[in-house]
């Protein structure tokens, strides 16, 4: 098996987690998805302040991958096989939230960028975003 440096891991659907995949252990078009920034993109929720004047927050925990290249293949290979052909789809994904040592397995819907809406040089994206949203931990 390829080296890979982090453990970023997903599968299609939910409940999956007997199904999970590292991420850089994919390959497509003999290119390999490369480690992941899964830190910077953490969200905890919309933030509000409470009575007491201490900032809270509401809703689900939101957590980005930006992939540094993604391939035309490569996002193809997201949209056709990871989103069963769709745009936004349920996935099971190992990742961090807010801790930098800590993965759990999560259900979650991923979304990811409409062709119009990244910009494609060379047949290639950078700075591609996978947005996890409706994270609920296993």
Not at 20 to 36: D, Q
Not at 57 to 82: E, P, R
């Amino acid at each position: 098996m390829a080296e890979t440096f982090q453990n970023d891991q997903i599968a299609v659907g939910w409940n999956n987690a007997g199904n999970l995949a590292n991420i850089e252990g994919i390959t497509v078009s003999s290119h390999r998805f490369e480690a992941l920034d899964d830190l910077s993109g953490y969200e905890q929720g919309a933030p509000y302040v409470d009575g007491d004047g201490i900032t809270k927050y509401n809703g689900f925990v939101k957590v980005l991958w930006i992939s540094g290249h993604v391939t035309l293949a490569q996002y193809w290979y997201i949209h056709d096989t990871i989103l069963a052909g769709a745009f936004s789809a349920k996935v099971t994904v190992k990742t961090r939230t807010a801790s930098l040592a800590t993965y759990a397995n999560y259900n979650a819907i991923l979304t990811i960028p409409l062709p119009a809406e990244v910009e494609w040089v060379s047949g290639a994206i950078t700075d591609f975003v996978w947005t996890f949203s409706r994270l609920t931990a296993l």
